[in-house]
């Protein structure tokens, strides 16, 4: 076996386990997000801007997304086809920009992301009455919560004449005099915030590993374009 021949094969094997990695990572957030989408089915008919409803879903797309990026990469290793290694190339470039753009956007805007997504919620919360979903989905809410309204339980006083739902006193039924002081958003968001450290840890993992997948899969290209070239 030629040299040339063996460094292709060891970048070929290094790839393969690279994008082993990098599907079983993508399984692993699918799954979170399957874990989250579970655990907040009660606030299904709440917009997609609560928290823990927004990061569910993202972790979904992504999940799903780096798990079809990484069967590429690991079908395109093993059959050393440059039409695949190409295309798991672009989509994994396309992918990483997205996510960089994502968090700097995110990190950048993040002040104004979450008023949107607080007024999202308040004017969700105008159909509360005329809408069994929503309203169990909010009751839902502020019991696990323990919270009210969205920013503050003065929220519901237009909503509700001046008056609050049962669901922001600790006892649940009947009429609420006074209710829980802290606001909902807040509370679901450091819920998230508590719950998933580990993602991000794993997230940053995953992206250490695609850039090295890029890396690899451009030189194993750029290999097999070489050995073709030889042949002819």
């Excluded at 692993?28 to 997000?33: A, Q, R, S």
């Excluded at 606001?183 to 993992?205: E, M, T």
Aim: glycine share 10%; charged share 15%.
């Amino acid at each position: 076996m030629s040299a040339s021949r063996k460094c292709l094969c060891c970048v070929k094997y290094l790839m393969f386990v690279f994008n082993l990695v990098f599907w079983l990572g993508g399984c692993g957030l699918f799954g979170v997000g399957v874990w989250l989408s579970f655990t907040q089915a009660e606030f299904s008919s709440l917009p997609l801007s609560f928290p823990s409803l927004s990061a569910a879903n993202l972790l979904l797309v992504a999940g799903g997304i780096t798990m079809v990026t990484g069967f590429l990469g690991c079908l395109g290793a093993l059959k050393e086809q440059r039409c695949l290694l190409f295309m798991f190339f672009v989509i994994l470039l396309l992918l990483v920009l997205t996510e960089v753009t994502l968090v700097l956007v995110i990190h950048v805007f993040h002040h104004k992301l979450d008023s949107k997504a607080q007024n999202d919620l308040k004017e969700g919360m105008k159909i509360y009455s005329s809408d069994p979903g929503l309203k169990k989905s909010w009751d839902n809410v502020q019991k696990m919560f323990k919270c009210c309204g969205v920013t503050n339980k003065t929220d519901w006083f237009q909503v509700l004449n001046g008056t609050l739902p049962a669901s922001c006193c600790s006892g649940g039924g009947g009429h609420c005099e006074d209710g829980w002081t802290e606001p909902c958003y807040q509370k679901a968001r450091q819920w998230l915030l508590d719950n998933i450290p580990s993602v991000l840890v794993f997230g940053v993992c995953i992206g250490v590993v695609q850039i090295l997948a890029l890396v690899f899969s451009m030189l194993m290209y750029c290999q097999i374009l070489c050995a073709e070239k030889r042949v002819e």
